[in-house]
């Protein structure tokens, strides 16, 4: 029961201490608005102005955001060519020569930015917060620096009449000339075409061999007729003459083969003919304006009175409590 009886006393004493001081900063509020109103209010009537004032003379800006695909310009080496169109952003003159558009489109572009998708999805949040965790995260961001393939890319504007299927065909234009992309594109299809061509070419060897299995069966057939019949009469070479089968396994083994490399020639045919240079998952979008109402700057301006004099009346408090410290401090000393 005395167990029990000094918990209860602790929960109420802490109880009571929380309630005490939640009280204290409610009176310390209180005193505050009634010592110091003189000067709040003119505070937030000045933010108030200021903020409704910096909502005339700022220009309002529109955002839109695209998914890409880069199979051929990956990690570090996509972000730095929007990177360097987000810097020409400052120099409209340069970035409409090199976007094809118009100066008054690209006089309106505010910024061009982009981010990994792996890193927009925020890993170490995917993995958890912890010491082996930290370890991967750190590796899964090297690794995406060089090998990722989707970008979230984000254009910001003044003008929100801008059209953003032109802003997007401009942008792949731009990118899909990049002298790596192209280069590892060419790569990529010249080493399908020769794997298209070989795999041509086993199943013109297939067709061959099945020719000789028809002729193969019809000498059987004539024999079996005749009597004459062998069961290693018929023997057909297959893999340039490195292997023999009999007759009776070699009409199996052919279809299967034929019907893997038909799959494996339809797969490069596919990827051939759809694969882009640059891909875009989700477009680009009607731009959305970002700027804040003008409302909400006055609201955002009157806060930042109030809160500046409460900053000075919590430091001119402060301050006194340390005179007064010291004063004790120097009076029990002498």
């Known amino acids: 029961m005395e167990v029990f009886s000094s918990i209860g006393r602790g929960i109420q004493g802490l109880s009571s201490s929380i309630g005490n001081f939640f009280l204290a900063i409610l009176i310390y509020f209180r005193k505050f608005c009634l010592n110091w109103y003189k000067f709040i209010i003119p505070a937030m009537l000045v933010g108030l102005g200021i903020g409704i004032s910096f909502n005339f003379i700022t220009y309002t ?40 558009l118009e100066d008054s489109e690209a006089i309106s572009l505010k910024s061009i930015t982009a981010q990994g998708f792996n890193s927009a999805n925020n890993i170490y949040e995917q993995y958890g917060a912890n010491e082996e ?54 790569i990529n299809k010249n080493g399908l075409l ?55 396994d070699i009409p199996v083994i052919l279809l299967d083969k034929d019907l893997a490399l038909t799959q494996q020639l339809n797969e490069i ?27 909400t700057y006055g609201i955002l301006g009157a806060s930042i009175g109030f809160g500046i004099i409460f900053l000075i009346a919590i430091l001119l408090d402060i301050n006194s409590f340390l005179e007064k410290k010291s004063k004790e401090s120097n009076y029990k000393k002498y």
């Open 61 to 100: 800006s529109y955002e839109s955001e695209a998914t890409i695909k880069s199979t051929f310009l990956k990690g570090a080496n996509f972000l730095n060519e929007i990177d360097k169109l987000d810097k020409l952003c400052s120099d409209p003159i340069s970035l409409a020569k090199v976007l094809n």
């Open 269 to 295: 045919s596919s990827e051939l003919y759809l694969t882009e240079k640059i891909q875009f998952i989700t477009p680009f979008n009607a731009f959305y304006s970002k700027s804040y109402s003008r409302p």
């Open 133 to 186: 965790t930290l370890i991967i995260k750190d590796s899964l961001i090297r690794y995406d620096l060089v090998n990722e393939e989707i970008f979230k890319v984000n254009i910001s504007t003044y003008n929100e009449l801008l059209e953003p299927t032109k802003i997007q065909s401009a942008l792949k234009t731009y990118l899909e000339n990049n002298e790596y992309l192209v280069k590892e594109f060419e």
């Open 194 to 248: 020769k794997e298209k061509a070989l795999i041509e070419n086993q199943l013109v060897e297939i067709n061959k061999l099945r020719g000789t299995l028809s002729e193969a069966i019809k000498v059987r057939i004539e024999k079996e007729k005749a009597g004459e019949i062998d069961d290693s009469a018929v023997r057909i070479m297959m893999d340039n003459g490195k292997s023999s089968l009999k007759n009776e």
